[in-house]
């Protein structure tokens, strides 16, 4: 089994920042692509943003410029700088990453519990 624990969320007033960090336990071979998504009362979940184990990052363009997503891969933890929020930003921040559990195995998508951002204006 894998967990995605996710800490950092909280409320914060508009311009303000927080980091997010998820860290990824259990039997774990490798993970290849780590990221975060968003989910605010009555919308579909939406991508954030993405990170590959070679550093290869992807951003919704509502976050560009804004968010900076990073990872450490020896230690399975994938971490969301959010600098600049605005109250648009609050939503439950969900993390990501698609497991193998062994070698030439199949990539298990598996989702953390989410955390809470809310931005005050």
């Known amino acids: 089994q894998v967990q995605l624990v996710e800490s950092g969320g909280g409320l914060v007033q508009a311009g303000g920042s927080l980091r997010l960090s998820c860290v990824a336990s259990g039997s774990i071979f490798s993970i290849d692509v780590m990221g975060w998504y968003r989910q605010a009362p009555g919308n579909q979940r939406e991508l954030v943003a993405t990170?590959?184990?070679?550093?290869?990052?992807n951003y919704a363009d509502s976050v560009k410029g804004r968010f900076t997503i990073s990872r450490d891969n020896a230690k399975n933890t994938v971490y969301l700088q959010m600098n600049s929020l605005k109250p648009e930003d609050t939503a439950v921040y969900s993390c990501y990453a698609n497991v193998q559990y062994q070698r030439g195995s199949y990539y298990y998508g598996r989702w953390g519990q989410g955390t809470q951002v809310t931005v005050s204006s």
């Open positions: 990170i590959t184990n070679d550093g290869t990052t």
